[in-house]
């Protein structure tokens, strides 16, 4: 048996860009046979939704209520995982952060004011994984590949042109991790993405393993 996972997803409490809410996200998420999901809001120095918020405790406070809305909708048979996709001042460049605990992101300030070399050595110190997301997209930068742990090879967002067919070339000549996702905003984002797991999985640090070692399949489009 195989359990789906969306590993790429934004929620309208915290993303600006989100149109549905935590709740809805994992309603819909339920209904096409999904095991969970990793909610992967905006993570960036530009504060929640464009307000900035200077102190951190509230920063991470403000950025986990996306991820605590639908962790409240979980259930035994569908699991909701915690994630970011950070930005960091250097570039236009998005990562995702597989593996991170709340905790984490208290114990890390500002970790969204660094850049990917220093953010890399302090995810890697954790055992959180980083993943460039939509590498290949108009205005997407090439960074040092030894930065980063794999690249998301499937974007689903129809709204962007990802070039996944390329990211996915170029994350096979890199030797690194592949990952799908539906990039989920919108309703037409939905259930465009993610990986088939062969276990569950009941944390961000269990998935971050699977990931590492290969354990899954990638979902490419519904």
Not at 197 to 220: D, I, M
Request: proline share 2%; aromatic share 10%.
């Amino acid at each position: 048996m195989a359990y789906l996972y969306e590993l790429h997803c934004h929620t309208s409490e915290v993303s600006g860009c989100g149109k549905i809410c935590a709740a809805d996200v994992v309603k819909l998420l339920k209904e096409n046979n999904y095991s969970g999901v990793v909610i992967t809001d905006h993570f960036t120095s530009g504060g929640i939704k464009g307000t900035p918020i200077t102190d951190w405790k509230n920063y991470v406070d403000a950025f986990l209520a996306g991820y605590r809305a639908a962790k409240a909708h979980a259930t035994q048979d569908f699991h909701v995982l915690l994630g970011a996709e950070i930005r960091f001042p250097e570039n236009d460049n998005d990562y995702l952060l597989l593996g991170i605990t709340e905790q984490f992101l208290y114990d890390n300030p500002h970790l969204n004011s660094t850049s990917l070399r220093e953010c890399s050595e302090i995810a890697h110190r954790n055992g959180v994984l980083i993943v460039q997301a939509h590498p290949m997209r108009n205005s997407m930068t090439i960074m040092r590949p030894e930065y980063l742990d794999g690249y998301e090879v499937y974007n689903g967002n129809v709204r962007h042109n990802s070039r996944n067919e390329i990211a996915e070339a170029w994350a096979t000549l890199n030797g690194k991790i592949k990952t799908s996702g539906s990039d989920f905003h919108e309703y037409e984002d939905l259930a465009r993405g993610g990986v088939w797991l062969e276990k569950e999985v009941l944390t961000a640090t269990e998935l971050a393993t699977e990931l590492k070692n290969g354990k899954y399949t990638l979902k490419k489009t519904k």
